[in-house]
């Protein structure tokens, strides 16, 4: 198997919600919600980086489709993260997701490996982290 992810899904709890959150709260690209037509369709779909793409889906859809027991979400079991390319963006991205409704966990500052970074988790809980790594520069930010 090719190690080859292009898309991430977010189980959540109130998809209009979890959609205004990335869309009007973080800025990101989306046509909305679409599959509403669709028992367990309702989707929404996020252009991020280099072809990957966010997805989000309501939980009890995903544990439905996955043939699981629908679960509540656990904070630890995965966390997300954004590379930027300044302790500054760092600073800018967290705050723009607090503005957005997000709790912030661990507010930006330095870390044990020699780079900045801070911890959110959006409305349904979702861990994110945004980190300036200097070994890790984005390509696109170089």
Known sequence: MKPRITLITLAVDDLPRAVAFYRDGL???TEGIVGEELENGAVAFFDLHA???LA???RASLAQDAGLPLDGPSATELTLAQNVASREEVNA????AAAAGAVVIKPP???FWGGYAGYFQ???GHVWEVAWNPQMIPPDES
């Open 51 to 53: 072809g990957l793409k």
């Open 122 to 124: 959006d409305p349904d």
């Open 27 to 29: 800025g990101w690209p």
């Open 93 to 96: 991205a967290i705050q723009q």
């Open 109 to 111: 500052g330095p870390t």
């Open 56 to 58: 989000l889906w309501p």
